[in-house]
């Protein structure tokens, strides 16, 4: 995939920041206990997060800022069956934050979360799994 | 971990361990990682040393276990904060009104226990969410609506007893107002069932709401003498139709008489949906459209003149305004009229409703914006505001994105959201004052002019988001503005409808007729029915003996 000059910088910024592209692409278990990334959401708006999901090796959510039918159709069912799925992404902190309210009533929580730079609006990139314990667990 | 106030240690202790062997260890939690997850996401006091915090939380699975910690809260004297999905952001979210309370989490409790295809009702728990009772009327093809938020990821019981409100036909958006009995566990532990379902066996609970004697149903709704564990609600059947006629007036002397004609056409049925008000000219789009225009295609790109014209009006008026309007074909004041119904009657309401407006603004033109045959395929849904069709979405938090019609998103927002009279003069008079108020206390609520919602029928929400910032500084600065706000519209005869705790007190000082009446008979009625003060203290600032007035 071609990026701009710009895009390119941020992405290389961004992978030298933090392990970006480890929770993008990896499958491998994660530094944070949690099994390895069943979903990689990314939001197509924005080159960055377009480029990181092609180095992911986890089956890949497009979104444009709407979560709706990812989770309604999607991950509703995949958390509610697997307690090991693992949801990673890179989307606008709005739609993280829509995410994590409703995986929060499935049990689940963000487990790590940082910003990316990216234009026209700052990028999370961001992992939700199952913790050892959960406040707020559906049964 | 703060305890809450006049809780030892010890007693804490003693009731956690009480409550674990109600609900089982997994469901009492008291680890911070677990606790912050209850804070108030929108907070304006977020890590700061007053911001409101639970000091642990307990989540029962049913009626009789919430009894059972009800109870040992008691014992303990233990101040216990219901939430159901705790989803009410930008109204408090999850977080308790008295810091150190236990948050008690209901979101497990999720059974939907009956819904009636043909009485058209629903029975369900705190933890049913509009997307969980949505889910269930699609997989059994059951032929009603809901009627949800925007979100729509909130609890339907708890969003009626908070009082929201959503976007279909007044009868149901008005959520509070849609339900139809309900079953509470009182502080004392005991279970109460109001309406018709105070009779043993009763066959009509979802059927008729005020059985027979006083209908308590209200003081339990934002409020703190009972913890709801069912509630029923009257539903929609699914219409055949939808139509949505937008009408345009381009004379700012026209709002008054479009106002009085919406009220007519809404108080007599002919409109039977979600009415909207929104002025092309003056770049505000209908409330039931923010997302569409957010999202791109229809955004307003205002050229040069056009925004020296904005910013030289005064409450959205000036001559040359109006002059550029008629010249570029912007209408200064649309109404948005929603019908539902067999396309037939619809088209002939919407015929109606068109002679009515006319016969009060003579030069009002019409067009149709949507008219469709219902059920559409739900992947269709997402072409239109979906909870207008009765179907729940996140889209909202698309806005967040930066875009020409949010181009500072915030970290949250506090709604200010004052009822004022539903009428054209009221609009404007409420712009003149809150606008200058803002002004003078550099709030940033205000574009050029403001339009209210139409969320109840008789009276409008003169509804403003106010941000959540990541400066401590500024969100003081914002809280002290929003309750100076509140006092403003008290003294102009107006209130909020629904208010977050932090400004809990503030609201209900301005309910003051006769030296505070109305609060002195909570706070009676608070001290009868919950003697220890166990139940939401200080919510809407109804405190219980030990805890007021600083106590």
């Known amino acids: 995939m071609t990026v701009d000059g710009l895009e390119r910088r941020t992405l290389l910024k961004a992978a030298a920041a933090a392990p970006l592209l480890a929770i993008a692409a990896s499958t491998q278990p994660s530094a944070d206990g949690n099994p390895e990334t069943s979903a990689f959401v990314f939001d197509t708006r924005f080159p960055v997060a377009r480029e990181i999901a092609s180095m992911s090796d986890a089956e890949l959510h497009p979104i444009e800022g709407d979560v709706t039918a990812l989770w309604y159709d999607c991950l509703f069912h995949r958390w509610n069956a697997d307690s090991a799925y693992v949801v990673a992404g890179i989307t606008t902190v709005t739609s993280l934050f829509a995410l994590e309210q409703m995986a929060l009533l499935q049990g689940r929580r963000v487990v790590s979360r940082a910003a990316v730079k990216a234009s026209p609006d700052t990028l999370f990139h961001w992992r939700i799994a199952r913790s050892t314990k959960f406040a707020g667990a559906a049964p | ?551």
């Open chain 2, 1 to 551: 971990m703060k305890l809450p106030p006049g809780v030892s240690s010890a007693d804490f202790n003693a009731a956690l361990a009480a409550f674990r062997r109600i609900v089982g260890d997994e469901w009492v939690f008291t680890s911070e990682e677990d606790v912050m997850l209850y804070r108030d996401a929108y907070s304006p006091m977020k890590f700061q040393e007053d911001e409101l915090l639970a000091s642990a939380a307990v989540a029962p699975s049913s009626t009789e276990e919430v009894q059972a910690v009800v109870r040992i809260a008691n014992q303990y004297k233990i101040p216990i904060y219901p939430i159901s999905t705790g989803k009410n952001l930008g109204y408090g979210g999850s977080a308790p009104t008295l810091s150190g309370s236990v948050v008690l989490d209901l979101k497990r409790m999720n059974r939907i226990i009956e819904v009636d295809e043909k009485n058209a009702f629903a029975l369900v728990e705190p933890g049913v969410s509009y997307f969980d009772l949505y889910r269930y009327l699609k997989d059994n093809k059951i032929k009603l609506w809901i009627d949800c938020p925007d979100p729509g990821w909130g609890s339907v019981l708890g969003n009626a007893i908070d009082r929201g409100g959503g976007y279909t036909m007044p009868q149901y958006r008005n959520h509070f107002d849609a339900h139809c009995g309900m079953e509470v566990v009182l502080p004392s532990g005991e279970l109460l069932r109001t309406g018709m379902g105070a009779i043993p066996g009763a066959k009509t609970w979802q059927q008729y709401k005020t059985g027979c004697g006083p209908w308590v149903d209200g003081i339990f709704s934002q409020a703190n003498y009972g913890v709801v564990t069912k509630m029923g609600f009257w539903m929609m059947p699914e219409p055949e139709g939808y139509l949505r006629g937008v009408v345009s007036a381009h004379r700012y002397e026209d709002l008054a008489p479009l106002i009085e004609a919406l009220n007519y056409l809404e108080n007599a049925c002919i409109m039977t949906g979600f009415p909207d008000i929104a002025s092309p000219l003056l770049g505000y789009p209908p409330i039931g459209q923010v997302q569409l225009f957010n999202e791109g295609a229809k955004a307003f790109a205002f050229d040069d003149e056009h925004k020296g014209l904005l910013a030289g009006a005064t409450l959205g008026y000036s001559p040359a305004l109006e002059a550029y309007g008629r010249k570029n074909n912007l209408a200064y004041w649309e109404l948005w009229l929603t019908f539902y119904g067999p396309l037939e009657v619809v088209d002939a309401q919407w015929r109606a409703a068109q002679r009515i407006v006319s016969s009060k603004v003579d030069s009002a033109r019409y067009r149709v914006h949507e008219r469709l045959s219902l059920p559409i395929d739900p992947a269709r849904a997402h072409e239109y505001h979906e909870p207008e069709l009765g179907v729940p979405s996140l889209r909202v938090f698309s806005i967040g994105a930066r875009s020409p019609f949010n181009p500072t998103p915030s970290a949250g927002h506090m709604w200010f959201s004052p009822i004022i009279p539903r009428t054209g003069e009221a609009i404007i008079e409420a712009n003149r004052v809150f606008g200058a108020a803002a002004k003078e206390l550099d709030m940033p609520l205000f574009r050029t002019f403001t339009l209210p919602a139409c969320f109840w029928e008789r009276a409008f929400i003169f509804i403003l988001a106010t941000p959540v910032t990541d400066d401590p500084d500024v969100n003081r600065r914002y809280v002290d503005g929003f309750k100076k706000l509140i006092e403003i519209g008290g003294e102009h005869g107006w209130g909020e409808y629904r208010t977050a705790p932090v400004f809990q007190k503030t609201v209900m000082d301005v309910y003051s007729f006769n030296d505070h009446a109305l609060g002195r008979f909570h706070e009676t009625l608070k001290d009868a029915i919950d003697p220890n003060g166990i139940i939401a203290p200080g919510r809407y600032d109804i405190w219980p003996k030990r805890l007021r007035n600083g106590g």
